[in-house]
Each structure stands twice: as C-alpha cells, then as structure tokens.
C-alpha cells in the first residue's frame, strides 16, 4: 500500500524535484554556453568541448533501461537521494578537473546520474496525487527542464565567464546536495510497485511503442534544425550575431508558455495534447524552409518551434504514465532513450546536412521528420471500428 502523503508534502516534492530537473538539464548543456571558456583552458578543440554534450546523450540511452531494471526495487527515496549525490560528486569532479579526460570522466558519471533519475522521476513525483490530474503535475515537474535553457544556462554561463568554467560547477554540486536532503525529507519510503504511479493507468504495449517511435521521429526532427539554429539564423535569416542571444532567449521563454498551455489539456485530452504541439512544430519547421529569409517570419516560427518542442516532451511524458505496459519507470527509461536518441540522431544529421545542402535544409529535413511523427499518433489514434461477426448458419435440430 502507498502511505498516505499529505498534499502539502506532495507539492513540496513536486517543487524539489522539478528543481532536480532543472539542475540536471543546466548541467547537460553548460558545456556549450562555456565552450570557448573550457576549449582554451584544457587545450582542447571546441569540437572535442563539445563532445561533453553529445557523449552525454549517447550515455544516457544506453543507460536508461539496463539502470531501471538493476534498481527497480530499491524505494524511491532512497534511490533518488543517492542519484542527486551522484549528482553533486560528479560536479565537484567537474569542477576539480586538472584534463580533459578527467572533466569527460565526471560528465559521464552526472550522465549515469540522469538517466537514472529521469527513469524514476515521472512516477515518484506524480504518485501522491489522484490520477485525474496527473498530467498537470507531469506539467508542474517539466516546467524545470523547460527553464534550464532559458535561465539555468544563461547564469552558468554568465557565472563561467565571470568566475571561471569551475564556478558554475561548483555551485550545481551545491544544489545538488541541498536537493538530496530535500528528497530524504519529502519522499516517503515505500517499495517501488506500492507507489500510485507504478502501473500505467490504460497499459497498451502496441500504442506505447508507437509513442516511442512518434517521440523519436519527433525529437529527430526537431533537433536536426535546433542543434545548428545558429548557422541557420545568419546564413540563411541574415540576423548579425548581436540578435542570436534575443532570438534564442524568446524561443526558450515560448517553451515554457508551451508547458504551460498543454498543461490544461493533458488529462482531459491526451492524444490532443500530443498531435496539437506536433502539427505546430511541423508547420513551424517547414515555414523555416519557405520563409526562413524573412526576419520577422523567423522570429515567429522560432518561438513556434519552442512551444511544440516543450508542449510534445511534456505530453509525452504524461502519455506514458498511462500506456506503460508493465512498470513505469522501465516505460520512462523507455522513454527517455527515444528522447536522447532524437537528440543524437537528430545532430548527427544536422551536421551532415550542413556542409553539403547547407542550413536552410535543416528545416525541410526536420520537418519531414516531425510529419513523420505525426503521421504515426495520427494513425494510432483513429477510432478502431469492430469488425463484424461472422454469420453463424442456423443448426437444424434432429429429432
């Protein structure tokens, strides 16, 4: 049996774990805001700085899934606790680093880190609440993520150049720590299957995997053009260097408008909440491809695309709450490996789009992509007639 958690200390949770989120998503991409701070100080290539990122996602889908199988059975709050002080180690490391080798080295343990947490974090956070209103507060927890980009990279970055790459890293440590306490003394102890989202609330393994499929295809599509915005937008929209931070600030705060707009319709209208963001992020990116040249039309179907892009990754995690066909943390590992294989695949292609097609490309391929996506909910989520019985011939009665 879950024990009875008191709604105040349910939203307490929510709080502190969405700040898990925040942290961990700052972290994942601080490298590239302090790229030409880190490049020089280690005697590295940008690219090679970069691989900090890129290697960060490979880690996490090949961790997710094999992490949730070794610990499904260890309580959430201790599972949780352990993985935010994995969590603030690894920063220190990072923060301490003397080589390359050794900042590679704690990147790939905070990477280790997430992929745990995000396997578990979905069911832990929404379990205390009734299922009714679950994707709200699957909206609540995203709105983390949704802020690291626009404010938790923007002040590392800040903090890096000001402070030196260490500070920022240093300093997540520190929240990290302070999260770990504050999940010790928010979660309860109880046995993973106990918890109220430990079972999906409509399991359907066919329509699951599609999720999977659609999420990938998806987050493909949008990371193909979203990884090299920045060519995009001076070769091809023309902005001066001085306009990217703006544009990328305005894209960031459309995310977040993004999860919260969706929050409104994820209980009551889950396919909606999926198939509304993609038709929006499809429109937005082949609009890119058409108009790209116009600045002003770019600036609009940027933000576009940060409110599809924030509205499908939170729709999607509260799809998988309830089409999780055995436990849901093995479903959100699931999950988050399609997620990072989108975001591999998706600046793998980009980068080979680039040299040869060049940047405007990048819009008509991702937004192939995302119709691609779209064309799988689209056809998953056609009402299924049943077939008629077969006439059954009268038997005669024999007398």
Do not use: C, K
Not at 163 to 192: K, Q
Not at 245 to 269: E, K
């Amino acid at each position: 049996m879950t024990p009875e958690v008191s709604p105040g200390r349910a939203r307490a949770a929510l709080v502190v774990l969405a700040l898990a989120a925040f942290a961990f998503i700052t972290t994942e991409l601080l490298p590239i805001g302090l790229l030409t701070v880190i490049a020089p100080d280690l005697d590295r290539s940008r690219s090679q700085v970069g691989l900090l990122v890129s290697g960060y996602a490979v880690v996490v889908v090949l961790a997710s899934v094999p992490l949730a199988r070794l610990t499904q059975r260890i309580p959430r709050r201790q599972l949780l606790g352990a993985t935010m002080v994995l969590f603030a180690v690894a920063n220190v490391a990072a923060a301490l680093a003397s080589t390359y080798a050794v900042l590679a080295g704690a990147r790939l343990v905070t990477a280790l880190a997430q992929a745990l947490f995000w396997s578990v974090a979905s069911a832990t956070v929404t379990g205390p609440f009734p299922a009714a209103v679950r994707g709200r507060v699957v909206a609540l927890f995203s709105m983390g993520a949704a802020l690291a980009p626009v404010l938790g990279v923007p002040l590392g970055t800040w903090l890096g150049q000001q402070a030196g790459w260490r500070t920022p890293f240093a300093a997540l440590a520190g929240v990290g720590l302070a999260i770990a306490v504050a999940v010790v003394a928010l979660i309860p102890s109880y046995p993973p299957d106990a918890g109220g989202a430990a079972r999906g609330t409509a399991p359907h393994a066919r329509r699951f995997t599609m999720l999977l499929v659609a999420t990938a295809l998806g987050i493909t599509g949008f990371l193909t053009l979203q990884t090299y915005v920045t060519p995009f937008l001076l070769d091809v929209s023309g902005f001066t260097a001085a306009a990217l931070a703006p544009l990328l600030f305005v894209s960031g705060v459309a995310g977040v408008a993004g999860t919260i707009t969706v929050a409104r319709t994820l209980d009551a209208h889950p396919v909606a909440s999926l198939l509304a963001p993609l038709g929006v992020g499809t429109a937005s990116l082949f609009g890119l491809y058409a108009l790209g040249s116009l600045q002003p039309a770019t600036a609009v179907l940027l933000a576009g695309i940060g409110i599809a892009y924030a509205a499908f990754g939170t729709a999607v995690q509260s799809r998988m709450l309830q089409l999780a066909p055995g436990s849901t943390d093995l479903a959100s590992a699931g999950v988050s490996t399609a997620f990072n294989v989108g975001i591999g695949v998706g600046s793998l292609l980009g980068s080979a789009l680039l040299p040869g097609p060049g940047p405007q490309s990048l819009a008509l391929v991702g937004g192939l992509l995302a119709l691609a996506a779209l064309a799988v909910l689209a056809v998953d989520a056609r009402p299924r007639t049943a077939r008629p019985a077969p006439d059954v011939p009268a038997l005669a009665h024999h007398t």
